[in-house]
T-cell receptor
């Protein structure tokens, strides 16, 4: 099955700086890569996703890049704000055979004021 | 439009007791999922239902059973609870199988087994 590894496990950044989280996956057939944000005690919420037919996608201060050859994808948050403090999860799935998401272990991001 | 609703929000059980966690979605989604979340391990898939009438095992199915009662509802049952099943359980749904649509999560059930 799919194995998703996520790094780093914790990340502390100064407000206004950028944050980058990286994930690698094992199944070359994976073609969908969502990112979820989970605030303390809350549900995971989708913040951005990318499909294998594109290499980069942006939504305001958030961007995701995908390198299918190297089997890795990254989340970039620019101009970080205190409300960006949360746990971020990457995930991957292969929609051809099933609809299961395999999640990374998560990155705890702390934005220092 | 409530999205995905889970009940109960909190529960404490004794070892050996049984319990059913309920999940309902009002988005007319075809696929539904049960995950457990443990510290440092992300979200792990227990069971899923790609469409009404079908269920399949995920990554960690042992000790659990599921029922896809209808298109809206997908329940998770612990027949004989064990302390290792202490976790936060999330239900999720997505619209159309095979097209990689986003999964939407409920608020979770925090389950402690003594």
């Amino acid at each position: 099955g799919e194995n998703v590894e996520q790094h780093p496990s914790t990340l502390s950044v100064q407000e206004g700086d950028s944050a980058v989280i990286k994930c690698t996956y094992s199944d070359s057939a994976s073609n969908y890569f969502p990112w979820y944000k989970q605030e303390l005690g809350k549900r995971p919420q989708l913040i951005i996703d990318i499909r294998s037919n594109v290499g980069e996608k942006k939504d305001q201060r958030i961007a995701v890049t995908l390198n299918k050859t190297a089997k890795h994808f990254s989340l970039h948050i620019t101009e970080t704000q205190p409300e960006d403090s949360a746990v971020y999860f990457c995930a991957a799935s292969n929609g051809l055979n099933d609809y299961k998401l395999s999640f990374g272990a998560g990155t705890t991001v702390t934005v220092r004021a | 439009n409530a999205g995905v609703t889970q009940t109960p929000k909190f529960q404490v059980l004794k070892t050996g007791q049984s319990m059913t966690l309920q999940c309902a979605q009002d988005m007319n989604h075809n696929s539904m999922y049960w995950y457990r979340q443990d510290p440092g391990m992300g979200l792990r898939l227990i069971y899923y239902s790609a469409s009404e009438g079908t269920t399949d095992k995920g990554e960690v199915p042992n000790g659990y059973n599921v029922s896809r009662l209808n298109k809206r509802e997908f329940s998770l049952r612990l027949e004989s609870a064990a302390p290792s099943q202490t976790s936060v359980y999330f239900c999720a749904s997505s619209s159309q199988p095979g097209t990689n649509q986003p999964q939407h999560f409920g608020d979770g059930t925090r389950l402690s087994i003594l």
